[in-house]
């Protein structure tokens, strides 16, 4: 049984709001088709953050569940895999629920990072852990110049894990399948509305918040690396699925009707 959890990125507290965001975001849309029934997905963090280490542990026991259930009816010929995806805080979320699968000797077979952050108190998301046997990032180009003072997380790894990561000259939002859909008046995607900004001028000063007010990325060219992401990410699932595609199963193959 493949197995799959993702967490999904930052976005407005509303549910509602948030899921019309983030209909066509790359985790969602994995979840959507992934190949099995064992496939989990929940939204990521509000704009505070403060709900990382709850995605994480609610992951770690809904992963838990569908191993060992998975476990009782393995098949040495086809052994059980835990996939996980993530985005923006949500790729934190899934690098420690990792670590803790760790501490339970349960490996995963691969892990789908989409431009991984970090800004929670959240532990244990630094670096890949050596359950990981495969991952592979999608990180944004900083030639780009969006969310310049993010950084990221879950480019340091173990010495077994097998690790690639590839930039894209997009914005965050386009990296995790929400490309942003208007420039502003430079011509240019600007990422900062009034109130985020007005917040900015306070902590860093008018100047300084104008540097992060700006990115270097139009509507086109972010669709157009949005789209190369969910490609390059799609061709690496496909490899690391090889060993089941001589059972029939396509590379985004769907168990019953697609989710919604």
């Known amino acids: 049984m493949d197995i799959f959890y993702g967490v999904d990125g930052t976005g407005p507290d509303d549910n509602n709001t948030y899921a019309t965001d983030f209909s066509s975001s790359h985790v969602r849309t994995l979840w959507k088709n992934w190949h099995t029934p064992a496939a989990g997905y929940i939204r990521g963090p509000s ?9 994480m542990w609610k992951g770690l026991s809904w992963v838990k569940e569908q191993w060992e259930q998975a476990q009782k009816n393995a098949n040495p010929a086809k052994p059980n895999r835990i996939f996980l995806s993530g985005y ?6 899934v690098i420690a629920l990792a670590y803790h699968l760790d ?21 244990f998301t630094d670096t890949i852990p050596k359950n990981v046997a495969a991952c592979y990032h999608a990180l944004r ?10 950084g990221n997380c879950g480019r340091k790894h173990a010495a077994s894990v097998a690790y690639t990561e590839k930039h894209f000259y997009c914005t965050h939002g386009g990296v995790g399948g929400c490309p942003w ?14 109130s985020t900004k007005a917040a900015a001028i306070v902590l860093m000063g008018q100047p300084a918040a104008n540097i992060h007010d700006f990115t270097n990325v139009t509507v086109a060219q972010d669709q157009q690396g949005s789209q190369a992401s969910w490609t390059w990410m799609s061709q ?8 089941r595609e001589a059972e029939g199963i396509a590379p985004f193959g769907i168990y019953g009707k697609t989710r919604e």
């Open 103 to 123: 501490k339970a000797d349960i490996p995963v077979h691969a892990m789908l990072l989409f431009d991984a952050v970090d800004r929670s108190p959240l532990l």
């Open 141 to 150: 180009d900083p030639k780009a110049g969006s969310r310049e003072s993010f």
């Open 236 to 243: 690496n699932l496909t490899v690391a699925r090889a060993s």
């Open 47 to 55: 704009l505070a953050g403060t709900e990382t280490a709850d995605r």
């Open 181 to 194: 859909k208007e420039n502003g008046k430079s011509g240019k995607i600007e990422e900062m509305d009034n």
């Open 88 to 93: 923006s805080r949500g790729g934190a979320a």
